[in-house]
């Protein structure tokens, strides 16, 4: 319910809704208010990421493994432990990176590049075939199309079943491109279209209910943290 | 009759700034009604809540919080009740994320449910705080067989090994659950790949409504539930409200904000309605002609 | 011969990677050099990996203030709304890398409750970034009121789609179908949202899901084996 207007004496509130409208005014059309407020924040998260993978990555990772008795510097109560020399190559790996600034070095750049693509193919390659490959065809086919449980046939998880097993095979058969969608097989590819087109449609509703979300909680803080009007 | 299709088929060129304008107004009127539907949960957020009753006591449960300010008003109210189960229940949290903006999510969380709401819980007993490493899949990738091997003082800067909450964890697999409440990657995709499957530990999640229809291929093979935007976080604030009357605030966050989230769908639906009437108007005019 | 080097490092790196997923934990230091190997890979190159995130954060962010530094040096067009930027990420960076305000020193942690970099998060970014994203509201009724217009079957289906999920989310939806009886509460619109995310949405998923993966796995053969431009393969640079 409403409540009486009581307006915020806290500054910060003030700052936040001031950011908070002077982004909203956009939606009148564009103007230099906007234009301040999209700059800030560009700045500010930039600055903010990198201070936040320095502080939480790199100091543990490479400098107090490098250097021990730095940990004291944060946690004076630290016991140094020996120095571990492998964070000499992320190091290493990280500077080379960082040559991608200087023109006639950059070229050196491809190498912690090489190191990043090779990991996330690694890595990727066998976590992708399992789970989104292998447990994706049992996950369609593992419990069959005649589950039953305490000797009843569950007809309507096997209708389930079967839509899903339908619509999984027409819609891969849609995405194959190397074949022409023609005949049988392009009605297959057609129902795979449906699917997709259902897929789609939810996905959208979905995406609405996120966005109305982030409206609200928003308004909400307007509406009460700064103004007061929401008990 | 003509006046009303002479109506519908200039609402057709009608400049979006009123569309603006008039959602922005149902949001605020229904936000200062205090508008609010009791929801209930449904049968893939119900799993989590059972998932997290059925552990044994002491079972530690690491949480996720892998999103920024931007996806907070739909996963904070996830986050906070889900806090809020394993304060009660009794499981030790280990608060963890995979976003740069992770550690101000977690200060949020503990300052407003473990701090304020349970006074008598303890951090490092009752709780822990990671918090974020760079690497998205390869932080996740890395605790898998050892937490120490990325963490080895906590958040406040106490040791892991001095921190009870922790004590049976030696790696991901001895987790009771992994929850991740993801925005995007990396998220609850990751914490699938890399742990779940991995070490068949059991995970669940929440997402906000544009990722949410991509998990449910993994429900419920890979996920134990899901809770899918504001709508599953008020799904679930419903299961604990049935589970524990007499601990939970009589309208909890999620569920108030279920107010404006329906009035904002009726505004949406009803444009779509009538612009299709518009349509249908002026094709019939044309047709006529 | 640089490219040559470049390939290589992709290559060996991730054949490693792919073996270590295959091999056995080494239980002791008497076990195979190979296996110990690849427990080596397997357990540092997540951690090399996330430094570079690191770094690579550092060379983006210093990317951007070159460009905006030389809009203002050269006073190009909108050069004071560079210098806003460059002011806000150089008080950030000092703030937060000097970790002013919190416990004194350099100590605790960066993020504490009272440091100015909260301060700075609670008060700028965080109100700044949810709003950002807020605005899409907006865009998204505007997009609904103009796009999904009845045209043809799909785009029906697409819409009567989003109709049910819609509407299946609250309790208007719910009220619309309640009179349905028992046989055919299955209709109801709360109860068919969930159904037309589990199943038909399911089925879309994961068709789209097994193409993605079947898509990193070529991607990944042809980048370990070079026949990927760019990445130092033939023809890369």
Redesign the interface.
């Given at each position: 319910m409403i409540a009486a207007v009581h307006l915020s004496t806290d500054l910060t509130v003030w700052v936040s809704a001031l950011l908070t409208l002077m982004v909203f005014s956009f939606l009148y059309r564009d103007n230099p208010f906007y234009k301040v407020a999209e700059h800030i924040f560009v700045g500010v998260s930039a600055a903010y990421w990198m201070v936040i993978g320095f502080w939480t990555t790199l100091w543990p990772q490479v400098i107090v493994k490098l250097l021990p008795a730095a940990s004291r510097v944060t946690s004076p109560e630290a016991t140094p432990g020996p120095a571990d020399l492998t964070a000499l190559a992320p190091l290493a790996l990280g500077l080379l990176m960082l040559c991608r600034l200087v023109p006639s070095w950059s070229w050196l750049g491809r190498w912690p590049t090489a190191f990043v693509i090779g990991t996330t193919a690694g890595y990727g390659l066998v976590r992708y075939i399992r789970s989104d490959f292998v447990y994706q065809i049992r996950a369609t086919v593992g419990r069959g199309l005649l589950p039953m449980a305490d000797g009843r046939w569950l007809w309507q998880e096997s209708l389930a079943a079967l839509v899903i097993l339908i619509g999984t095979l027409s819609g891969i058969v849609y995405f194959i491109n190397t074949r022409e969608h023609r005949g049988g097989y392009g009605r297959i590819a057609h129902l795979g279209l449906l699917f997709m087109l259902v897929t789609f449609g939810a996905s959208f509703g979905s995406a609405v209910m996120a966005r109305i979300a982030l409206l609200i909680g928003r308004f909400q803080e307007l509406l009460g943290d700064w103004l007061g009007l929401l008990s | 009759m003509n006046r009303i299709a002479d109506i519908l088929v200039r609402f057709e060129s009608?400049d979006?700034?009123w569309?603006?304008l008039v959602?922005?107004l149902a949001?605020?009127g229904a936000?200062?009604?205090?508008l609010y539907?009791p929801d209930r949960p449904?049968?893939?957020v119900r799993p989590v809540y059972e998932h997290i009753e059925a552990l044994p006591s002491g079972a530690p449960i690491l949480l996720s919080l892998d999103y920024?300010?931007?996806?907070?008003?739909?996963l904070e109210p996830m986050a906070e009740a889900l806090t809020r189960h394993a304060l009660l229940k009794g499981q030790p949290l280990c608060f963890i994320s995979l976003w740069?903006?992770g550690?101000?999510m977690i200060?949020r969380v503990v300052?407003r449910i473990c701090t304020e709401e349970f006074p008598d819980a303890v951090e490092g007993r009752d709780w822990v705080r990671l918090?974020?490493?760079?690497?998205?899949?390869?932080?996740v990738?890395?605790l898998r067989?050892s937490l120490s091997?990325?963490y080895?003082?906590d958040?406040?800067?106490t040791p892991l090994s001095d921190l009870p909450a922790l004590a049976s964890v030696q790696g991901l697999g001895d987790f009771g659950l992994i929850l991740s409440l993801s925005a995007g990657q990396p998220g609850l995709k990751e914490w699938?790949?890399?742990a779940g499957?991995?070490l068949d530990v059991p995970v669940a999640g929440g997402c906000?409504?544009?990722g949410?229809?991509?998990f449910?291929?993994?429900?419920p093979?890979?996920l134990v539930g899901l809770l899918?935007?504001?709508?599953g976080a008020a799904e679930y604030e419903a299961a604990l409200a049935e589970g524990y009357p007499d601990d939970m605030p009589p309208v909890m966050r999620a569920t108030r904000?279920?107010g404006?989230?329906?009035v904002?769908?009726?505004?949406?639906?009803a444009?779509?309605l009538?612009?299709?009437l518009a349509?249908l108007v002026a094709r019939r005019r044309e047709v006529g002609r | 011969m640089r490219r040559r080097i470049t390939q290589i490092i992709l290559s060996t790196v991730a054949l490693l990677l792919i073996a270590s997923a295959f091999a056995t934990r080494p239980s002791g230091d008497d076990a195979p050099v190979l296996t110990r190997l690849l427990a080596f890979c397997d357990q540092h190159f997540s951690v090399w990996f996330s430094v570079l995130a690191v770094f690579a954060f550092t060379l983006g962010g210093v990317n951007l203030m070159k460009t905006h530094w030389r809009k203002v040096r050269d006073r190009a067009a909108d050069w004071r709304y560079s210098l806003i930027t460059l002011v806000s990420f150089v008080t950030v960076l000092v703030v937060g890398l000097a970790k002013f305000g919190g416990p004194p020193g350099l100590q605790g942690d960066v993020t504490a409750p009272d440091g100015w970099l909260t301060g700075i998060f609670e008060t700028v970014l965080s109100p700044l970034h949810a709003t950002l994203y807020a605005l899409l509201a907006f865009y998204i009724s505007s997009a609904s009121f103009r796009a999904f217009r009845i045209r043809s079957t799909a785009s029906t289906i697409l819409l009567a789609s989003a109709l049910i999920v819609l509407l299946g989310r609250i309790p208007f939806g719910a009220t619309m179908t309640a009179w349905l009886p028992a046989p055919l509460t299955f209709l109801r619109m709360e109860d068919l949202s969930l159904w037309i995310l589990k199943v038909p949405n399911t089925a879309g998923q994961r068709a789209i899901m097994i193409g993605i993966a079947l898509g990193v796995v070529a991607m990944a053969m042809r980048l370990i084996m070079g026949a990927e431009k760019g990445q130092g393969g033939r023809s890369g640079e």
């Open positions: - | 009608l979006r700034r569309i603006y959602m922005a949001v605020t936000l200062l009604s205090g539907f449904s049968d893939v920024s300010p931007s996806s907070a008003p739909e740069p903006t550690n101000n200060a300052s918090g974020f490493q760079a690497g998205g899949e390869m932080l990738n890395s067989d091997a990325r080895e003082l958040m406040g800067g699938i790949l890399y499957d991995v906000t409504g544009v949410a229809p991509q449910f291929p993994y429900y093979l890979q899918g935007a504001l709508k904000g279920m404006p989230q329906a904002a769908h009726a505004v949406i639906v444009f779509i009538l612009g299709n349509i | -």
